[in-house]
């Protein structure tokens, strides 16, 4: 009694890899764009949205410290 061979091997390995590494793109994908990219984006559209709001008020200076301010002038102070 001979032993059939076993056949599709091959292919059914081929499949399962493909799968599993679409699989894996995918979850690793989402994870990054909801729990790193888009924090981020809301972070940095909140941002400049207060920016706006300073910028359009007719006293900006209102909205920042005084050591904000110094701090600012120390920057943007030229050598003499």
């Known amino acids: 009694m001979a032993i059939p061979p076993i056949t ?12 599993i ?3 894996l793109g995918f979850v690793g994908g989402s994870y ?7 924090p981020y984006i809301q972070r940095r559209e ?6 706006e709001a300073i910028q359009s008020s007719p006293y900006p200076e209102l909205h920042f410290t005084k050591e ?7 920057l943007f102070k030229f050598p003499e």
């Open 21 to 23: 590494a679409l699989s």
């Open 46 to 51: 909140e941002g400049q949205r207060k920016l």
């Open 32 to 38: 990054y764009w909801n729990h790193m990219n888009l």
């Open 68 to 74: 904000q301010l110094e701090r600012q002038a120390a």
């Open 8 to 19: 599709g091997m091959l292919k059914r390995a081929v499949i399962r890899d493909i799968t």
